[in-house]
């Protein structure tokens, strides 16, 4: 039997073992035998390349199974995608496949969106395919990359930052999973909180009389799509997505709570996301807390899908971690309804301030 060749730019792709994890997949191996046969691709190895090393060492026999692939940016992105259903992988190593993942990923995407107008009959006859958007192919490649990866955009984003800034010392730390990726950036990247990142892992949190307030109006929160577990002791939404569940990602349903993060390109995304939702009937209502940043487009497309606004007359006094009031944030804040009980909404929330109804 001949043995496959090694890629150095395919073996790459794989996150190393860490040296007790290598320990027992050699100890495996010596008891068992090599029991999962190695892939190859046009007799290159793309998977299983410590299990060779480990037989070679041992002069153990393996298997060889040969998979059939369209170019080598398909075998590449075959290998991510393998690890990532077989390891047991941190946030870091996620993130970084995902970082490798990403130029692989947006030819695919395109040529997904050709053959998707070939097949709905999107041009007329002897008229070119219109293309999308270079932004519009970046964030669905981004989207796509995390769902894959299972991490959000704002991991893989520190984790860029990270792999460009931080010391080999703090890289090996974190490969070794002794710190975590937001004490990593914390450390490097020092920086004080401030209220207008509000959700998620911020350590700013919505002060109850809101919560009470759209709880009365809606009957319960189904969900809050930006929050964290802390937020949602004061919430208690049915279900809720923190940062490493990537909210964006995932499917949402019934009354939902959004106080998003305010940091782009999230605040908008979670903005668009929330508008279009509703439109779908996706949920059936939602009390999104936001500043009142009139002039920007994510506030005007939610504004556009609105049944209701409450101007609050008073600027929001987050509370910290402890329950306590902080800060009161340099803008201004507002409530924004999503649903059809005017009414109920302006009774509920008044309290806080003018009442404006969308007239459609």
Known sequence: MKTPTINPEFQSLIPPLQPEELAQLEANILADGCRDPLVTWQGVLVDGHNRMAICLKHKLLFEVVEKTFKDENAVKLWIIRNQFGRRNLSSYDRAKLAIKMEPLLEPAIREKAKE??????????????????????????????????????????????????????????????EISVNEAVQTLFPQKP????NSGNNEWYTPPEFIAAATALMGAIDLDPASSSVANKTVKAKKFFDESDDGLTKEWSGRVW??????????????????????????????????????????????????????????????????HPAGAPLQGQVVIYMGSRKSEFTKEFKKFGPILQHVF
């Not at 959000?152 to 730390?173: G, Y």
């Not at 279009?276 to 504004?303: D, G, H, P």
């Not at 609050?312 to 006094?317: G, L, M, S, T």
Request: with cysteine; glycine share 4%; net charge positive.
């Open 194 to 197: 401030h209220v207008s990142h």
């Open 258 to 323: 959004l106080n998003p993060p305010y940091a782009q390109p999230l605040m908008s995304n979670f903005a668009s996301a929330i508008t279009r939702k509703f439109k779908e009937a996706e949920i059936s209502e939602a009390c999104i807390l936001v500043n009142n940043a009139t002039e920007t487009a994510w506030f005007q497309e939610m504004l556009e899908a609105c049944f209701a606004i409450c101007m609050i007359k008073a600027r929001v006094r987050f509370l910290d971690v402890d329950g």
């Open 116 to 177: 998707n107008q070939r097949d709905h009959g999107g041009t007329a006859p002897g008229k070119p395919l219109p293309q999308k958007s270079a932004g519009v192919n970046h964030i669905e490649t981004r989207v796509e990359m995390a769902k894959i990866a299972g991490v959000s955009h704002d991991t893989i984003t520190k984790v860029k930052r990270l792999e460009a800034h931080a010391s080999p010392v703090t890289l090996a730390a974190l490969a070794r999973n």
